[in-house]
């Protein structure tokens, strides 16, 4: 009886903990690099949910408002159907925003926001200004290579993207 | 004792895990021909074959199919829009298809909406695991 009772007592706390522990918002960072390779983010849903189509892109690559625009139009999005429960979109939406450009948590989204105005919500990170500014030595015809396939794919030239990576020894733009 | 009792309940929520990704072909395929009302036996993987196949008007004047992503060979890796890679559909080729039907009911939904412009029927996603999971 009594070690029943302790059982049960275990298994409450066990389970309080873990829902604490799969419920906090932020995803955890493991240090910014600064301006070539990102702070490593960790979030479940966001890795599985945001990672089958392209890379998961960084959340300090746009602005909170840009966030809220993509999640809030998942069922049409760039032309595909990328859908989500509303409780696993609102628990992505929350760790994009702490971590977006304009929270302040990472070099890298200080210095895309030093190149957009406060009212900017774009959709795209490839139509930001510091990303059209970081790649203006890319020749024009590199984009539309049937290797890259669309200047989304950041993975085709920078190696280590989906580590986070993105100096200068692993970049290459394929023929 | 923190760390332990999270230890635990990680260990707890591991066995949860895996009882929920439980499912196999089989049993998503029997799921299927229930939900459609038709015996296990009639669904057909030469239906699914076609269905994999079949082309659709696109977007750009180009086709579209489940092929053109999961390509020709469905042991084959393909490829998504954005150029990422895509691990192959068919189990004999990746062990992990068809083992969590939430994953495989939300795939459905999005690419059934994209290349047919409707859902796919229950008896539709039978065919297409029956298929899949006899190719060698």
């Known amino acids: 009886m009594n070690y029943l009772l302790r059982g049960i007592g275990v298994l409450a706390a066990v389970g309080t903990i873990s829902l604490l522990a799969f419920s906090l918002p932020s995803g955890e960072a493991h240090g910014d690099g600064g301006g070539d390779t990102l702070p490593r983010l960790t979030h479940k849903a966001w890795q599985q949910e945001c990672a089958s189509c392209h890379i998961a892109y960084a959340p300090a690559f746009l602005p909170k408002a840009s966030w809220r625009r993509v999640m809030g139009g998942l069922g049409q999005h760039f032309g595909e159907d990328a859908s989500l429960d509303p409780a696993t979109q609102a628990d992505i939406l929350r760790f994009l925003e702490i971590n977006a450009a304009d929270a302040g948590t990472s070099r890298i989204g200080r210095k895309v926001m030093q190149r957009m105005d406060a009212q900017d919500a774009p959709l795209r990170i490839t139509e930001s200004r510091w990303f059209v500014r970081k790649h203006d030595e890319v020749p024009r015809a590199a984009w539309s290579r049937k290797s890259v396939g669309s200047a989304a794919n950041c993975a085709a030239c920078h190696r280590q993207a989906e580590q986070g990576v993105f100096d200068d020894d692993s970049v290459r733009i394929p023929k | ?136």
């Open chain 2, 1 to 136: 004792m923190i760390k332990r009792l999270f230890c635990s309940g990680l260990a707890a929520l591991g066995m949860v895990a895996v009882a929920s990704a439980a499912d196999t072909p089989a049993s998503l395929m029997a799921h299927y021909a229930q939900a459609a009302g038709v015996p296990l036996a009639s669904l057909s993987a030469a239906r699914g074959a076609a269905l994999y196949r079949a082309e659709h008007p696109g977007r750009n004047a180009q086709t579209v199919s489940c092929a053109s992503c999961h390509t020709a060979d469905p042991k084959q890796p393909g490829r998504s829009r954005v150029g990422k890679r895509i691990e192959p559909l068919a189990p004999a080729a990746n062990p992990g298809r068809f083992t969590d039907a939430a994953k495989v009911e939300k795939w459905f939904r999005r690419n059934c909406g994209d290349v047919l412009q409707r859902e796919c029927s229950a008896r539709e996603k039978g065919d297409f695991i029956a298929w899949l999971s006899q190719v060698q």
